[in-house]
């Protein structure tokens, strides 16, 4: 069974028709604090079941996706007698997808699901429907199952409501799906900006659909992780070094914007191993460090990052560090392998085009 | 994908061969305090996964099949490494097998599992694998889901390190299957004593075999329990009316007992409404009264008897009540209703056949 993914702003409708096809079943939402006071009362005016059903807010932040809050959601659901062929449906981030989907999974073994992201990273992602878990001990989604909600409803009405450097996270994940796929892609993403003023929520949706059918297409394709689906860590190597120097300086950088930066170093890095064309890697930079802004680093910062590339590649050899490059938008090159000679290279080249 | 059961007493080496076919992965042993001390010790001997297993003993009783047992399970697994290829085996009764099972069902979102049930009852009802859960909130089996072992291994040499009383609750379940089945497995268990001194675990294995296959065949034709599945429920609508008045009686009695002296009851029934053999029924009555013994009523009870078997059919009407009753062995009726004259002129014979 594979879930439906929903690309609309007619959000309410959306989900009452949904709601509607299982019969007007009981609801339950599960959301957040945060979603509970911006986006629950707009979803509530346009949505019969929303505005209908038993409310379940737990607190905001992956600190709070842990057994005390799954334990509070399965209090409310017996306390409001849902039956399994009830549903829940989900409204905010990853973290309520999450722990919400894994509730509903659980409650009287198995209740129904839908689930509305309401950020740009968790509409992203909706397409690799079915993992839902909690945190656990200390270890990120230590306990869940693979359980498919019965669709995700994405729209981008919701995103203004949070703040721009969130709507940025998210939008790099477009920008490297945009790098798999294609020239056409990545022009549209490039000529877009999706923050504040020139954010227009209806011209976000066809390229965030664009992007998950992307994400859907190569992780189909390699359902078990061992091929293609590798390149989904373009930018990744990169960007989570530069993710760990800032929690070492003790100022975290946002996911979203070290995976940009990333990019822009293994572009670099494509462009010397397999010839990346010189024109897209500059207007790519460009672009990143005008919306993103610039992530420091001098050359003394050059053997911890190295140290953290090579943590992060399970199969690096002492000589080489594995990465996903690319000969070209659309055209990916898995496990190319490239020296810590080189790697330097790259990132004094980063430091020009960022003017530091 | 269907579950395996295997039927054997070589159960180290059954469950050796089990974890040999997955690769020898990290195992890990999840029972109670009843089972590690009458039956670890006996498996750890014959089985080289058992013996180099990590184990994790819960606290045995239903009480303890909640949240908080659970949490102690994911964290001993997580505090032995246990990974997704890993697998845990369930040694011991129902509970061990629901709770442990929905352990690994959502540990790193599911390891593999072998259950090796240590009770009569659990070992019957082990072909409707799947079924994983813990109580909570003072409701049974709230939480869980459905995910299958890969194997049950069903033997019957653990069941003399329990109470004779605990065998003899299980092999009601047995006897129930057999009225179900037709006259030649029915002379089999009739003829056949489950406790001491004649109780020979070699000679019980096939009859448990049949027992479990019938079960299979039933649930399988009917996966809804919308039809012939509800012949399992033959002895329990008078059955749960006498544990209910036991209880009430601050005496309770087993689940299993009560159900024998209830199927005892609707064999009455099932004579006077649908010609059920009275040699049959007098053959059947003798063994139950002899081996479990005689639940004693007087018709002050009733009405109290006749209010709980209407609560336990949802579908009663005011003059009538369901039930599952018998042409004959083998030739069950199901949704056969019975007036409440009936059911004391029932009750009436039975304190007859008891002598009471």
Known sequence: MKQKLIFTNQVGEAVDSLVAGLGWPGVAVITDTGAAEAVLPLLANDSKAVAGATRIVVEA???????????????????????????????????????????????????KCINVPTTLLAAVDASVGGKTAINFNGVKNQIGVFAEPVASVISTVYFNTLPAQEILSGYAEMLKHALLE???????????????????????????????????????ADLTEQGIRKALNLGHTVGHAFESLALSRKSPVPHGYAVAWGMVTELVLSHMALRFPSDKLHRFADYVLKNYGVFSIDC???????????????????????????HDAGRPEIDSTVSEDDIKSALDIYRDLAGI
């Open 61 to 111: 932040g992956d600190e709070h996706k842990n057994l005390e809050s799954l334990a509070g959601i399965w209090e409310r659901l017996s306390a409001s007698e849902a039956t399994r062929s009830g549903v829940v449906v989900n409204v905010g981030g990853g973290m309520v997808g999450d722990m919400g989907g894994f509730a509903a999974a659980t409650f009287k073994r198995g209740m």
């Open 182 to 220: 294609g020239d056409d892609m990545l022009t549209k993403l490039l000529d877009y900006s999706p923050v504040y003023p020139a954010f227009d929520p209806d011209a976000l949706l066809p390229l965030l659909r664009e992007s998950v059918k992307v994400k859907e297409r190569i992780v189909s």
């Open 300 to 326: 003394k910062d050059y053997p911890a990052l190295i140290a953290a590339m090579r943590q992060d590649k399970k199969n690096a050899t002492p000589d080489k560090i594995n990465f996903t490059l690319l």
